[in-house]
């Protein structure tokens, strides 16, 4: 992710080894070098690039902030502020190259003794999921009232 200024700063960029001539801010856990691995969206090819980051920290919120300054390139998962790609504040650098997503589920025993913490959570993220991914397909009603 980057903003459009940034982007348009720093040229084409077609494939993952493009970005190492860049500023590249990373999500980190006090590592010195950081990797991305990405998919084409053709599903078949898939590099993985290594590099010293700009600047990293373990804070996504921090890094969204960094991004909207336009001090580089980052990475930056959706859930963490998709108003930003929606409003065009972020655009995606490489849309035909991703960096794999992962599921998340919300595991439990069943409706008649489930928690109160995970029935009001459950109820959250069903509320909230068409909200931040407008994008995403409904879920069915056998789905969502699991």
Not at 10 to 17: F, H, L, N, S, T
Not at 59 to 76: P, R
Not at 101 to 106: A, G, K, N
């Amino acid at each position: 992710m980057a903003t459009p200024a940034c982007l348009k700063r720093c040229g084409a960029i077609r494939k993952p080894q493009d970005l190492l001539e860049h500023r590249l801010l990373a999500f980190s856990h006090w590592k010195a070098d950081c990797s991305w691995c990405f998919v084409h969206e053709n599903g078949r090819e898939k590099q993985t690039l290594t590099f010293q980051p700009l600047f990293a920290m373990n804070d996504f919120a921090g890094l969204a902030s960094m991004l909207l300054a336009g001090a580089g390139i980052g990475e930056l998962p959706p859930v963490v502020r998709p108003d930003l790609v929606r409003e065009g504040k972020l655009v995606e650098v490489m849309p035909q190259w991703r960096l794999p997503t992962y599921d998340l589920s919300l595991v439990y025993l069943g409706n008649r003794h489930i928690s109160k913490p995970c029935r009001l959570f459950k109820e959250f993220a069903i509320e909230m999921a068409p909200v931040l991914f407008p994008d995403f397909p409904e879920q069915s009603a056998e789905h969502s009232s699991s």
